[in-house]
């Protein structure tokens, strides 16, 4: 087992599209990391210690300090390596905009594409009946009250998402932002790699020659360098972990340092986390909250798709 509590934990799953972004960012930074597989669906025993009930995928871990979300997960990534960046100078802010467009709108277009009844069965090709119902039954809970697009809205919506890229690429740029790869990139990739994940529906690309290059291109960047860990050794490494990330509660932001108070997603998987507020910009959310197994952990969450309340969450 590994005792550095520097190291990058990524708990993950292969099937994950926010995963994928994620996975792609690390290989661009060139980092080296630890990969935790959890499961694909509740429960998820070793997980939830961490991130006192988050349940979405993926999550890094460095020592004690959890990352919720895989927009800050890149902004971690690139606090801890800023070379090569994934906000180069070209493409600064439109980079950040078009990310946010892609894991948003593009995103739960693609998936009600992806899954339809064709494209699911090839994903879960082999895979037990009851285990492909088990799935539905899980993220029918963790998409509670979202309103998804028909088959036959998502296929019109996805094929005007796929023309604007396709003309954002018609100058011959070699990515989204310009010349060089930026967050924008590694957001809409790992939609368009769901896509393909499904080969009975990823016909639909086929009109988008030029995106197809440019994806070519993104996934050629690699993943880094990952060697498995255990999810229980993932928990060790936080139970003996000495100290957290710095962070502060700044003033005038709603809150006051200690409180305590509960961070819930404003989309889907709103399954709340209460603790001890440590930390509070504009950008970040940080709760301090001990469990048996993870020991005293930091949950750190965006402030974008997040809601703080005070009090314990029902």
Known sequence: MSNDSSELILHHYPQSPFSEKTRLILGHKRLEWR????????PKPDLLPLTGG?????????GADIYCDSALIASVLEERAPEP????????????????????TLFWTVVPYTIQPAGLAAIFAGAPS???????????????GL??????????????????????LADGRAFLGGTQVSIADFSVAHCIWFVKSAPPVVAILDAYPRLLAWHARVLAIGQGHPRELGSGEALAVAASA????????????????????TVSATDYGQ??????????????VTLERRDDRAGLVRVHFPRLGFRITRGAGT
């Open 35 to 42: 990969s935790v597989i959890i499961p694909v669906m509740m």
């Open 54 to 62: 988050y349940r979405k995928t993926p999550v890094l871990q460095v």
């Open 85 to 104: 960046s994934i906000h180069p100078a070209e493409s600064a802010g439109a980079a950040q905009l078009m990310a946010q467009w892609a894991d948003t």
């Open 130 to 144: 009851e285990v492909i119902k088990a799935f539905g039954e899980d993220r029918a809970a963790l998409t509670s």
């Open 147 to 168: 309103h998804w697009p028909t088959v036959t809205d998502a296929t019109a919506q996805l094929h005007t998402h796929l023309g604007w890229l396709e003309q954002r």
């Open 242 to 261: 000495k100290g957290h990330a710095p962070s502060r509660v700044e003033f005038g932001l709603g809150f006051d340092a200690d409180e305590q108070v």
């Open 271 to 284: 399954d709340p986390v209460t603790g001890r507020l440590v930390g509070l910009t504009r950008e970040r």
